[in-house]
């Protein structure tokens, strides 16, 4: 793989949130939200990152895009307006990257959020919420802005006269395609999108999927597509990060993870996925405990109280993740001689 062909780099990303006690609020240990991840996302591709709730999925994607600040570790993107004379592209340190750096990184680097209600202004309509970046980043104003705005309700699929509507005035599904539009306006190359089918009906799901795959094709869109349900992860997804109280445990190619999972924790996640089809049997392995705290996590391998296969080496040394072949990453002590079951999600 060309280093050209990665458009964002994550390298030991940590957030912490510091847990404070006593009248003077001191602070007397962290929440460990994400602790200490390495990925890569391709130009051009999804890369699906999937857990349960409270493993660090939000909280990784928001300090990504430096929405909250991470505690350490470098974040490289490759970023096309920051080039100069004779360069494709720049190569921008977002952890470290000033406010007004930062700002202009905002063009190439977008969110969705998991809500669209929430994230939505009541206050003001669907034109003045997708218009306001383009005026914040001096791109636009006045009737340009509105062709602008118009251009990009028309690519998600709404009228120009939703452009004076309030949110309240709008289905989940609309509302969904105003927070979707207002990511477009600024023309990214990367877009973080937080769940953003969860909070929709079954049936307007699919539309919005689909949306997402043909914006994507359109505009050569890359994204981080986080979400719990592992279905809709594999439909959209290129490649897959699979995490674990605040840690990526196993990451490949999609069909590669759900054929040939390598870390027993995706085996279990994957076991309970519901199959449409009764002559489909599959051990559904049903995980004892509860998920540690991550203010105090377990010592060696983070999942190993939970897991089945685990040895005395999984309670004392942290496993290394690493590379076992054709890019599957994981970390896992045995993820060479264990043979887990392969999942059909979906």
Same mark, same amino acid.
């Given at each position: ?69 991470? *505690? &350490? =570790?470098? @974040? /490289?993107?490759? !970023?096309?307006?920051?080039? %100069? ?39 003001? *309509? &669907? =034109?003045? @919420? /997708?218009?306001? !970046?383009?005026?914040?980043? %001096? ?208």
């Amino acid at each position: 793989m060309s280093p050209d062909n990665i458009l964002l780099e994550v390298k030991n990303l940590k957030k912490y949130f510091p847990v404070r006690k006593g009248i003077l609020r001191r602070t007397v240990a962290h929440v460990k939200a994400v602790d200490d991840i390495d990925m890569f996302i391709k130009e051009g591709e999804t890369l699906g990152l999937v857990g349960e709730s409270g493993c660090g999925k939000t909280t990784a994607g928001r300090a990504i895009l430096r929405l909250i600040e991470p *505690t &350490a =570790g470098e @974040i /490289i993107f490759r !970023s096309k307006k920051l080039a %100069g004379p004779g360069e494709e592209y720049k190569e921008v340190g977002v952890a470290s990257a000033s406010h007004k750096l930062l700002k202009s990184l905002r063009r190439d680097m977008q969110f969705i959020f998991q809500d669209p209600y929430s994230s939505l202004n009541p206050r003001m *309509t &669907a =034109g003045a @919420i /997708i218009g306001e !970046s383009l005026l914040v980043h %001096g791109l636009a104003k006045g009737s340009e802005q509105e062709d602008r705005v118009r251009e990009v309700l028309g690519a998600v699929g709404m009228k120009p006269d939703h452009m004076k509507r309030y949110p309240h005035e709008f289905s989940g599904g609309q509302r969904q395609r105003v927070a979707i539009a207002r990511a477009l306006a600024l023309d990214p190359q990367l877009i973080v999108a937080d769940e953003p089918v969860s909070a929709l009906d079954v049936s307007i799901q699919a539309q919005v999927i689909n949306l997402l795959e043909d914006l994507q094709q359109e505009f050569g869109l890359t994204y981080l597509f986080i979400s719990h349900d592992l279905s809709v992860i594999k439909h959209i997804s290129n490649r897959v990060a699979v995490m674990y109280l605040g840690k990526i445990v196993e990451l490949a190619i999609t069909e590669e993870l759900f054929s040939n999972p390598k870390h027993p924790y995706t085996e279990a996640l994957m076991s309970a996925v519901p199959v449409p089809a009764p002559d489909y049997n599959v051990e559904e392995i049903i995980l004892t405990g509860d998920v540690p705290s991550p203010v105090t996590p377990p010592s060696g391998c983070y999942f190993h109280p939970r897991c089945r296969y685990a040895r005395e080496i999984c309670k004392s040394e942290p496993p290394a993740y690493r590379d076992v072949g054709d890019e599957h990453f994981v970390a896992c002590h045995f993820a060479d001689t264990l043979k887990l079951q392969p999942i059909r999600a979906g």
